[in-house]
């Protein structure tokens, strides 16, 4: 009993260490505005609700959010980091974003080396417009507001299971790289189609971005 005891209290010391040494980095955004909503629904000319109501309301202007990051260098070139982002309703009720999962943003695990950039676990798409690897929106949104509606770009989500390889920057040009095994784990209607069989809803996008000064362009399969 003695010994097991040291033997955990070495691997707690050692644990304790490492949580010290990161660069771990607590952020957020509370978005909160009072609303004035006047609803007036008439049916063959017969009013059935005739209502002005004032409220408090979240993401009127950005998604309300609570997030943490983190890295860790382990040398020869060597980082590994993580991302941790849920969003939640900044009124009185403080509902989560998602009330089937906590992280409902972003949960990612990463490494990062000289060949490249390796991320895994739940993000967003390269057509998310949202999370670590928003490539389309970042540059090719050009107008406030044109999600959607330039030249019929389509839009994507968050997806988990997911693995994302991105490349370095090779003479401007860098590209990007996700497969997620399954879209979707917490959808009840899909619980049949597990990770990796043939049932399963899947994201297969490749990027490529070019970035030479003021030109930015992106090409997405």
């Not at 004032?54 to 983190?70: E, M, Q, V, W």
């Not at 009720?93 to 943003?105: C, E, H, P, S, V």
């Not at 950039?117 to 798409?125: E, I, K, P």
């Amino acid at each position: 009993m003695f010994k097991k005891s040291l033997t955990a209290l070495a691997v707690l010391s050692t644990m304790t260490g490492y949580a010290v040494a990161g660069q771990v980095t607590l952020y957020g955004v509370v978005d909160e505005g009072l609303n004035y909503t006047k609803e007036d629904v008439k049916v063959n000319g017969v009013r059935h609700v005739d209502e002005h109501t004032f409220g408090l309301d979240s993401g009127l202007n950005a998604a309300s959010r609570i997030g943490l990051t983190g890295q860790e260098a382990l040398g020869n070139g060597m980082t590994v980091g993580f991302k941790l982002e849920n969003g939640f309703k900044a009124t009185d009720t403080g509902a989560l974003g998602d009330k089937n999962r906590l992280f409902d943003r972003e949960a990612s695990l990463s490494v990062m080396t000289p060949l490249g950039r390796l991320s895994a676990y739940r993000m967003g798409g390269v057509a998310s417009a949202a999370g670590s690897y928003d490539i389309v929106y970042a540059i090719g949104d050009a107008f406030d507001g044109g999600d959607n509606k330039i030249f019929g770009l389509a839009k994507s989500a968050r997806y988990d299971n997911m693995l994302t390889y991105q490349t370095p920057v090779m003479g401007g040009l860098q590209a990007t790289v996700q497969y997620s095994f399954k879209k979707n784990s917490t959808d009840p209607n899909r619980l049949d189609a597990r990770e990796g069989s043939k049932n399963a809803n899947r994201y297969t996008p490749t990027a490529l971005t070019g970035s030479y000064g003021p030109f930015n362009a992106v090409l997405v399969l």
